[in-house]
Each structure stands twice: as structure tokens, then as C-alpha cells.
């Protein structure tokens, strides 16, 4: 069932009326939805760890709403975790609880401040992690690369995904050449299959902040095959949030890594090759894009695999790496 924005905002305004005037439904009732599918939007969403469990969590000026534990005291539906929200495309029931929480006293315990969250992995059960490489002119052009004419697409795994304020660890055994790559992370909220261009960002739940890293000795040493380099574990940080795809403008965005405190890598999304529009559209035709799905977009130039060769310092247990793109935050993670 497909829920517009005008029944939207109806229904969650009586829904936070209702538990603002302790009319929602009894201890007894099992809260279930009622505001129909959708995406979310408006929202700045993010999971963290509450124990052993991830919890979906919005970010507000009131601090992080735990949303599940919201839900609980105003008796509201609401998913209790991010990949939950994806894949069931219940933004319009987050929706309805974020508006009844800021406005109702009675939800005040479910917020708690963000310093000191420990961060889960934004998600953790994607369908498919696609990532796109050599997507921007001068990333191309420093790596001695043609522009590319169709997208160059490889894989990730979950197992490869990472979290905010995390760390990976390094496979010293295996390799010795370590890349940062910043990227915009695209997350679909509804199966998308051969959309066109023009309607596949419809199909799109919002974007996060994420790093490629990278084994350049994996990647470019095991006869041009660049999965073993690119996807062993841990190497998909991402976070530490999920904009929804209403406030964002992801072609037009800045882009920075930094490693110890100093600028490697700073551009804009407006150099890449393919768009967004383009990338949603194209690996749309060869595979289903499911809600939860990730696609990494490609990194800009200014990585260490594009500096002369007596110029690279790769990098090393203890480094700290910091990546952010505007207006989603900033992605940090050190280097065991």
C-alpha cells in the first residue's frame, strides 16, 4: 500500500494528538502499522548499539531519539532497526513517532544525548553492496585511466561493512599497500529493476558517508580482479548517518578524506562521470536493486595509488582517517 504526504502528515498529526492526550492504544494493544508503506523523508536516521542489539535511532535538537523505545512509551508502531525501516519501507510509521516524541512530554526518556553512542553499522543486512570505480574525471585522469564509458562495477559483502567511530583492521600478512577512498554511499528504499534515469531517484531512501578501502596490492596484483582487494572484512566503513533523499542534492555535494588531520582528498560529486541518476539507472538493468541495498559511488581524486610513486606513504596501524560529505557528516575509523 503506497502512503502520499498529504495522508502522511494527517494521520501522524492525529497520532501524536492521541498520545499526547494518553488516547493511544492500551498496554494490551500489540501496536501494529497503520500509515501504510513509503520512505522516509525529512529524517536523519542512524543505528547504535544498545548491548548486544542495534537500535534505529534519529538524530533531533533534542538528541538521538531511540525510536523503537519511543514507540514503546506512546504506544505507537514503530521498526526497531534501520534495516528494518529499508526493507519494509515504513518511513511513514518513523515518521509518525519522531513528530509524536518532539512534541510529547511522555517520550522524553527515549532521547539520549550522541556523545558517547557507540555506533552500530548503519546497516547490516544489505541484499547487495555495488560499487562503482573510477567515477570522477580526476580520480580517472591521476590514475592514468581512460574515462571510462559505462560503469565499472565490482562487489562488496556484508562483512565488509563497518562502523562509524570503528576500526580496521589491516592484513599485514596479506598485503602492504592501503588506500583511503571516500565516497557518497547511495541507499535504495524501494526495488528498483531497469528503472530509467529519470525515475530512479524515486527509488532512493537517502545517502550516507563511506570509504572504499582499499589493498591497492590485492586489487591491482591478482590479474585485474579488484573484489579481493576491496572487499575483505571491514573494509566498507560507513556512516555515520542516513539523510533522507528529500534534503539532499548528491551531484552537487563536497567531498574530503582526511588521515591525521590532513586534507588528501577534496572535491565534489559534480566531477563525477556517471551520475546518480545514471548508476541507479544502469546497475538497475542487470540487477534488482532491493530496499537495503548500498552503491558506492567511486572516490574522488587525491589517493595515494594516484601520487608518484616515490611520494606514496601508504597507510598504517594507528592512522586515523576522517571522511565527510556535505551535510551528511563525518565518517571516522582508525587503522589497527
Request: glycine letters at 10%.
Given at each position: ?13 492525529a497520532i501524536g494528538a492521541l498520545a499526547a492526550a494518553g488516547c493511544a492504544p ?311
Open positions: 500500500m503506497s502512503f502520499d504526504r498529504r495522508d502522511f502528515l494527517k494521520s501522524a498529526g492500551g498496554p494490551s494493544t500489540t501496536p501494529a502499522r497503520t500509515l501504510g508503506t513509503g520512505l522516509a523523508r525529512g529524517l536523519t536516521l542512524l543505528s547504535f548499539r544498545d548491548g548486544t542489539l542495534d537500535r534505529l535511532g534519529a538524530k533531533t535538537a533534542k538528541g538521538i531519539l531511540d525510536v523503537a523505545r519511543a514507540a514503546e512509551l506512546l504506544r505507537l508502531y514503530a521498526p526497531s532497526t534501520l534495516d528494518d525501516l529499508l526493507q519494509q519501507e515504513d518511513g511513514p510509521s518513523v515518521q509518525a513517532v519522531v513528530e509524536a516524541a518532539l512534541t510529547t512530554p511522555a517520550a522524553a526518556p527515549a532521547f539520549r544525548p550522541e556523545e558517547g553512542l557507540v555506533y552500530g553499522p548503519l546497516v547490516r543486512r544489505p541484499d547487495k553492496i555495488v560499487c562503482v570505480g573510477l567515477n570522477y574525471r580526476r580520480h580517472a585522469e591521476e590514475v592514468g585511466a581512460a574515462i571510462p564509458a559505462h560503469p565499472v562495477l565490482f562487489n562488496k559483502f556484508n562483512a565488509s561493512l563497518n562502523t562509524h567511530r570503528g576500526t580496521v583492521t589491516l592484513p599485514v600478512d596479506l598485503a602492504t599497500q592501503f588506500d583511503y577512498e571516500v565516497e557518497l554511499v547511495i541507499v535504495i528504499g524501494r526495488t528498483a529493476k531497469r528503472v530509467s534515469e529519470a525515475e530512479a531517484l524515486s527509488h532512493v531512501a537517502g545517502y550516507a558517508t563511506g570509504n572504499d578501502f582499499t589493498a591497492r596490492d590485492l586489487q591491482n596484483g591478482r590479474g585485474g580482479q579488484w573484489m579481493v582487494g576491496k572487499a575483505l572484512d571491514g573494509f566498507a566503513p560507513i556512516g555515520p548517518y542516513l539523510v533522507t533523499a528529500d534534503q539532499v542534492d548528491p551531484d552537487n555535494l563536497t567531498i574530503e578524506c582526511r588521515v591525521n588531520g590532513e586534507t588528501r582528498q577534496s572535491s565534489s560529486t559534480s566531477d563525477f562521470i556517471f551520475g546518480t541518476r545514471q548508476m541507479v539507472s544502469y546497475i538497475s538493468q542487470y540487477f534488482t536493486l532491493k530496499p537495503g541495498d548500498l552503491i558506492f559511488t567511486g572516490t574522488p581524486a587525491g589517493v595515494i595509488q594516484g601520487m608518484a610513486p616515490e611520494r606514496r606513504q601508504w597507510l598504517k596501524p594507528g592512522d586515523a582517517v576522517a571522511c565527510s560529505v556535505q551535510g551528511l557528516g563525518e565518517l571516522a575509523f582508525t587503522l589497527t
